[in-house]
Nanobody, 117 residues
Framework: QVQLVESGGGLVQAGGSLRLSCAAS????????MGWYRQAPGKQRELVAR???????IYANFAAGRFTISRDNAKNTVYLQMNSLKPEDTAVYYC???????????WGQGTQVTVSS
């Protein structure tokens, strides 16, 4: 089992910044992928960004240039720096941890990000 604890969400004005953190604990496998997803009311959950343990990154189009994903493997923690936030970025942001073949995945409880106009 892997436990994920997210932090850093909150209320921010448009144009502002937030930094999300997600710390993983438990049965951590050294080769894994961690990422951030979001779900706005009435919409499907979507990828924001993901990063492998080797540092390979993937960003959603809306995140590229504004958001930066990073990780500290020693701390089993992934970060999402979000700049130039827009009201449409308002959503619950979820951390995801993936490992193994067949793939096993774990989700955090989610953290609310609200961007006011």
């Amino acid at each position: 089992q892997v436990q994920l604890v997210e932090s850093g969400g909150g209320l921010v004005q448009a144009g502002g910044s937030l930094r999300l953190s997600c710390a993983a604990s438990g049965s951590i496998f050294s080769i894994n992928t961690m990422g951030w997803y979001r779900q706005a009311p009435g919409k499907q959950r979507e990828l924001v960004a993901r990063i492998s343990s080797g540092g390979a990154k993937i960003y959603a189009n809306f995140a590229a240039g504004r958001f930066t994903i990073s990780r500290d493997n020693a701390k089993n923690t992934v970060y999402l720096q979000m700049n130039s936030l827009k009201p449409e970025d308002t959503a619950v942001y979820y951390c995801k941890y993936e490992m193994g073949l067949p793939r096993v995945e774990y989700w955090g409880q989610g953290t609310q990000v609200t961007v006011s106009s």
